[in-house]
């Protein structure tokens, strides 16, 4: 009798913050992941492939039958100052996957695509949930809220779940991103930072549970066709983290505004329910609390 083979997931933006995590926990309940990446020489276990490439799209996953999808690949910077580009790939290139994936000769028995919780703008209500109508305040926003529209168009034919996280961080996230930026300079022993808007408060988990969450998912009937918030439902105004790096590095930073990190049309608060997940999961992100993720990060290599 042969080895039965081990099913196949197929991760876009494997290489990215979220995908190296994702990518070991696909591993570790038995799936052969394959990466799709973009540019660079492909590992054993990856692809090249653009997917803003329609027919290079096409050819490369016709001999695929990937079990499970996740499409993480994508433009995260919400201040990502090429227009065309996030449309290009937030929108056009999540297109092309799932007309190439329904084309498949057998359909994967779950897509995961990643949005996020910045499409719901300065809504002005104190929880964000799904049943929200969303009024996106940026083109990052606009683009991942076309993306979700565009792949509605493909639910019949593909079973799509829509995963929009809310701010999540860890080891290994770009200084371009707040927290990450905030940690370095405590790391460092910097006497003096420069941020952007000061009054702005979010709703933070860990990405270790952003990646338990993405793969449980998967896993979750209920799940298909549905619009997920991913989010710990609590809220951390920036003053609050600062305060817990005092406590973790031992020292008091000086914030400085500097003009050209303000943002127009800065979204305030953002903080998400989580409800409708937990109601197809056992358990969402908020376990670990932000301050053991700031140690963690502070702590490590």
Known sequence: MTARSEPLALLTGARGFTGRYL????????HRVLGVVQDGVAAADEITLDLRDRDA???????????????????AQVAHGDAAALYQTNLIATRNL??????????????????????????????LDESMAAQPANDYAVSKLAMEHMARLWMPRLPIIIARPF???????????????????FRRGARVIELGNTHVARDFSD??????????????????????????GTLAALDEVLALMR?????????????A??????????????????AVLDDAPGGIALRDTLRWMYAAP
């Open 167 to 185: 701010n999540y961080t860890g080891v290994g996230q770009s200084e371009d991103f707040l927290l990450p930026k905030i940690v370095g300079h």
């Open 57 to 75: 799209t096409l050819r490369a996953l016709a001999p695929l039958a990937p079990d499970v999808v996740v499409h993480l690949a994508g433009i």
């Open 261 to 278: 990190f303000v943002r127009g049309h800065e979204v305030v608060r953002l903080r998400g329910s989580n409800a409708r997940l937990r």
């Open 98 to 127: 799932l007309e190439a994936l329904a084309q498949c000769a057998a359909p994967p028995r779950a897509v995961l695509l990643a949005s996020s919780g910045n499409v719901y703008g300065n809504l002005g209500a104190e929880v």
């Open 247 to 259: 406590t973790i590095g031992g020292y008091a930073i000086e914030v400085r505004v500097n003009p």
């Open 23 to 30: 990518r070991a926990e696909l591993a570790q309940v038995g």
């Open 207 to 232: 990405v270790r549970e952003v990646a338990r969450c993405y793969r449980a998912l998967l896993d979750a009937p209920s799940a298909i066709g549905q619009t997920l918030n991913v989010c710990s």
